[in-house]
C-alpha cells in the first residue's frame, strides 16, 4: 500500500510540474527524488509471445502507455521509435503498452512503422498498477528495476530531451547529471 501511495505521490507531482513547464519548448524532466520500484508485469504481445519487465532488468526501459485513439500518443509515439532506434545498441528498451484495443485496430494504425514491442494491456490491469494518470504516459526504468522519470502528455523537442535524459542514465559521471 505505501509503494501505491508513494507511486500516486510521485505520479501527481511528475504531472503538476510537466505541466508546469508547458509554457517552454523544451521543458526539463525532473528526476524522482526517491525512485520507486517498478510493478513487474507480464502481457502478451500483438504478434504473439509474452513479455516480463523483469526481461530486461539491467537495462533503460521506455515504456509508453497509449492508445490509437490518443492524438498526443500519435505524435509521441514515433518519436519514441527514433529515440529506440538510436539508442538500442546502447541497452536501452522500448515497450508501448496498448490501453485495451482491439488488435485489428491497433494493427491498421501501427502499420509497419514500428520495431519496439507492443503489448496489450487488454484489461488494463498494468495501467492501474502504474496509476496512469492519462495518455500518453511515459515511464523511465533504470537498470536497477526502479521508476527514475514520469511523463504524462505530450509536448515538442521529446527527442531532444529525453536524448538528454538517456544520456544522463547511461553516463551517470558525465557533467551535468
Sequence with gaps: MAGKIRLASVLLIGTV???AGCQS?????PRIAQPIPAPDFHLEQL?????????YHGKIVLIEFWATWCGPCRSSMPSLEHIYRRF??????????????????MRRWLGKRFTARILLDS???????YQVPGLPSLFIVDPNGDI????SGYRGGLERSLTRVLE???NPQAVGS
Design 17 to 19: 510540474l510537466c505541466c
Design 25 to 29: 519548448s523544451e521543458p526539463e524532466w
Design 168 to 170: 544522463k542514465l547511461l
Design 47 to 55: 504478434d504473439g509471445g509474452t513479455v516480463a519487465l523483469s526481461d
Design 88 to 105: 538500442q545498441n546502447r541497452g536501452v528498451q522500448l515497450l508501448f503498452i496498448n490501453e485495451g484495443e482491439n488488435p485489428q485496430t
Design 123 to 129: 484489461d488494463q490491469q498494468v495501467a492501474r498498477r
Design 148 to 151: 527514475v522519470y514520469v511523463r
